[in-house]
């Protein structure tokens, strides 16, 4: 069974999104609080993943960060990681508030950016009881350095540069798209990117919009959530990386594991980072279902035969 919901955000900005709930639910069940990556909005597959814990005997609250989607804020387009860690932890005093939910038995599940915002929730706030990270992002940094050729990373910080100081001159933030065809500038500069932004916003995620703002991706180069991995522990810790992942790239996603401390699980995904929502979703999300449901539902799930 799904809903539509809305709650306030600290600061006032109302956040909109789903709430699945199981359909045979007596009492209180555990809540698992998600939302998606950099730029997506909820209808990006992220109603497979509420579908998938619902039907094991969970909550799901889906919603849209700030500044996309059906959420309110401005300016749209921005993203500001640390204002979605802590849009987070305010969902979760929101489902922890819910009549239907458990709120001791709340979990997290990010996937890419908000993969990354999740470890650092995970570190910081113990009402959390268990953590999956898909395909996330490590950091910011090392990420650019991967995705922005060596000659073009001083232009690029010059463009930082000048957009901070148009907007101290009271103009308006630089936009830049989030995909392009190859060689234009964009947010996330590969070509699988741009293939499904453009597919899924074409014909599932009408909401979704090619534009943000260009200091989102100063933010993005600034954002070091990996420092954070270690101190997950001894909250359950599950990533799902995918081997053939290069936006957030899989050889930082592993050397990050080998940093976390138990109780942890890496699953390894064989396809390329996209390829977690479409044709590896049974592995991705069937490896989060079972984890939550270890950690927060006691139980393991065995596969049928």
Not at 130 to 136: L, S
Request: glycine share 8%; proline share 6%.
């Amino acid at each position: 069974m799904r809903q539509d919901i809305e709650f306030a955000a600290d600061d006032g900005v109302t956040l909109r999104g789903w709430l699945y709930l199981p359909d045979d639910a007596t009492g209180r069940v555990p809540g698992i609080v998600m939302c998606h990556g950099f730029s997506a909005v909820k209808e990006m597959y992220l109603d497979k993943y509420g579908e998938l814990f619902a039907d094991s005997g969970m909550a799901a609250l889906v919603y849209d960060n700030r500044n996309l989607g059906a959420s309110d804020g401005e300016p749209r387009g921005e993203i500001d990681p640390w204002k979605q860690v802590n849009d987070y932890r305010d969902a979760i005093s929101f489902a922890r508030g819910l009549s239907q939910v458990d709120a001791d038995r709340i979990g997290i599940w990010g996937s890419s950016y908000s993969g990354a915002h999740v470890l650092v929730v995970g570190a910081v706030d113990r009402r959390v009881k268990c953590v999956v990270a898909q395909v996330p992002l490590i950091s910011g940094d090392a990420n650019a350095r991967r995705l922005i050729r060596a000659d073009l990373i001083a232009p690029t910080r010059q463009m930082f540069a000048d957009d901070r100081e148009a907007r101290y001159r009271g103009e308006p933030p630089a936009m830049i798209p989030v995909v392009a065809e190859e060689g234009q500038p964009c947010a996330l500069p590969t070509a699988d990117s741009y293939e499904w932004f453009t597919e899924t916003g074409q014909h599932i995620a009408p909401a979704w919009r090619n534009e943000v703002t260009l200091r989102s991706v100063e933010m993005f180069t600034e954002y070091e959530p990996g420092a954070y991995i270690s101190r997950v522990s001894p909250t359950p810790l599950l990533m799902v990386v995918a081997a053939g992942d290069h936006l957030t790239v899989s050889d930082l996603a592993i050397a990050a594991y080998e940093q976390a401390r138990e109780p942890k699980r890496l699953e390894l995904l064989s396809g390329m980072h996209f390829e977690a929502y479409t044709k590896d979703f049974e592995h991705a999300g069937g490896a989060a279902r079972d984890w939550f449901a270890e950690h927060l539902l006691g139980e393991v799930l065995v596969p049928a035969a």
